[in-house]
Each structure stands twice: as C-alpha cells, then as structure tokens.
C-alpha cells in the first residue's frame, strides 16, 4: 500500500474514489474492487461509491504490518468484539492467549482472563508467569484493577452472567475509561458439551452487540474442532465476528461479514 498524502481531520467526511486513490496513492480500479468485495466500508450514492474518512483511517490502520502476534491482534480486534481463536496446540493456545491480554493492555482496556482447570493450561499462578515473562507488569496491572485473573464459572451460563455482572461493574464507573474495552478471554470448554458452549457464545455475541466495551476472544485448539459436523463448524464461526487461526505455519484472521442484500 502507498504512503499517505494528506490526512483530514473530519472524520465524518465524504470521499470519492479518486480522492481515496489519491490519499493511499493506488489506482481508482484497486479502489473500486475494495469498496465492491467490501474490504473497503463506503456506501454507493447514486452511481458513485462514497467513503468516510474515519472508515478510510480505520481500513489503513488494519493494512499495517505488524512483525508480533500481540502486534497483529492488536490492529485486527475491535471494540467492541467477540473473536474465535483457533489454535494448531495447547503451546500457541497459551501464545494466543497471552498476545491477546497483550494487546488489550497496549490499548489501555481492562484485562479479564477466565483460566479452566486443565492439565494443557497452567494455573492461575503460573499463568500470572507466562505474562511476566511476556513483559507486562502483572502486579502493577492487577493492584491498579486493570487485571483480573479468575476461575473459568463454566457450565449453566455462568459465563455469561459473569461478564454481565462485569460489564455492569465497568458501567459504574469500575475498570477501564473511554472505550478502550473490557478486554476478556476465555478458553473453549468441552466439558459443558458442544451445544451448551455454542448457545453461551451465541449469547455472549448478544452481549458485545449491547455493549461498546465489551471485546471477547475464545480460543479453541484445533484437534477439538475435529469432530464438528460442517453445520456446528458454520454456527460457531458466524457466532463470532471475526477468527483467527494460529498454526506453525502462520497466523490468518478473517472477518464475519453480513448476508449482502439482494
């Protein structure tokens, strides 16, 4: 992608075709194809493609390149959100998981990590290692209520009515300020069964809709997704807004678009 040539700083403004293609310094055509396969968010007014300028900030913020896993999260997750993270194995799970609090601690929000008793997963106090050995000042963050390291509540929608009494603590003036979000993580948990976890993500992705600060991601390993059918494999991916699968091979994130119109 080109370099930049002159930022406004109207969010709100309209831009033309030629005015994008002029700002990110690419052809009007490679313009179009975006704003046609909606990588680009605009609107077609009459017979002109039309977009915002905070939308246009938004999709050069996401074409940058980070080198790290916390680097990447960080541009790709939104607030408010709710993502699906695949992982090849019980090693990058523990990667994902903490790029993820990484990235929502660079962004000032709030951290909540929900820990499952699981012989692949380490305890909550050696959890609280993996962060320090990943540079972040667990105590500093934990003393200050910018880090909370719980027990997973599991089975029965215990999830999610503790993310809604959370959410309600960060409504009353708890936890993190100006939309940086209350970053939260959970680990899929096989033990509620298959159709009890789908319905809680399912309501969990409620939640984010009614919350602006809400960001979610639920990571799962590979080998679990094994023996979906086609069918639960399609509700848990459009139960999330985005996905990310993180293999040895490489790291790919998608998003979960709306049906077109007809």
């Known amino acids: 992608m080109g370099r930049s040539r002159g930022v406004s700083s109207?969010?709100?403004?309209?831009?033309?075709?030629?005015?994008?293609a002029h700002v990110l310094g690419v052809g009007q055509v490679t313009v179009w194809?975006?704003?046609?396969?909606?990588?680009?968010?605009c609107a077609k007014i009459g017979r002109k493609w039309r977009v915002r300028r905070s939308a246009?900030?938004?999709?050069?913020?996401?074409?940058?390149?980070?080198?790290?896993?916390?680097?990447?999260?960080?541009?790709?997750?939104?607030?408010?959100?709710?993502?699906?993270?695949?992982?090849?194995?019980?090693?990058l799970m523990r990667k994902l998981d903490v790029a993820y609090?990484?990235?929502?601690?660079?962004?000032?929000?709030?951290?909540v990590k929900y820990q499952i008793e699981d012989e692949r997963m380490p305890t909550l106090e050696g959890l609280r290692a993996e962060l320090r050995e990943s540079g972040m000042d667990v105590e500093r963050l934990e003393d200050g209520g910018r880090l909370r390291l719980l027990a997973d509540p599991g089975q029965h929608g215990g999830r999610v009515e503790d993310?809604?009494?959370?959410?309600?603590?960060v409504?009353?003036?708890?936890?993190?300020?100006?939309?940086?979000?209350?970053?939260?993580?959970?680990?899929?948990?096989?033990?509620?069964?298959?159709?009890?976890?789908?319905?809680?993500?399912?309501?969990?992705?409620?939640?984010?809709?009614d919350d602006p600060n809400l960001v979610i991601m639920t990571t799962v390993?590979?080998?679990?997704?094994?023996?979906?059918?086609?069918?639960?494999?399609?509700?848990?991916?459009?139960a999330h807004s985005g996905t990310v699968w993180l293999s040895r091979s490489g790291v790919a994130m998608s998003r979960v678009l709306p049906p077109p119109a007809l």
């Not at 999260?73 to 019980?90: I, T």
């Not at 993310?163 to 603590?169: D, M």
């Not at 100006?178 to 993500?201: P, T």
């Not at 590979?222 to 069918?231: I, L, P, R």
């Open 221 to 238: 390993l590979e080998e679990e997704m094994d023996g979906w059918s086609g069918a639960e494999l399609r509700r848990a991916q459009v």
């Open 33 to 41: 194809r975006w704003c046609r396969d909606g990588s680009l968010p």
């Open 101 to 111: 609090l990484r990235s929502g601690e660079a962004r000032s929000g709030m951290l």
């Open 163 to 169: 993310v809604r009494r959370l959410a309600a603590e």
């Open 56 to 91: 246009l900030d938004e999709f050069v913020r996401r074409s940058e390149r980070s080198q790290t896993l916390t680097g990447q999260l960080r541009y790709f997750v939104e607030v408010p959100d709710n993502v699906l993270a695949v992982a090849q194995d019980a090693e």
């Open 10 to 20: 109207d969010a709100g403004e309209l831009l033309g075709v030629e005015e994008v």
């Open 171 to 209: 409504s009353g003036g708890e936890g993190s300020e100006g939309g940086r979000g209350m970053w939260i993580n959970f680990n899929w948990d096989l033990s509620m069964g298959l159709e009890e976890a789908l319905r809680q993500q399912a309501e969990l992705s409620e939640l984010v809709e």
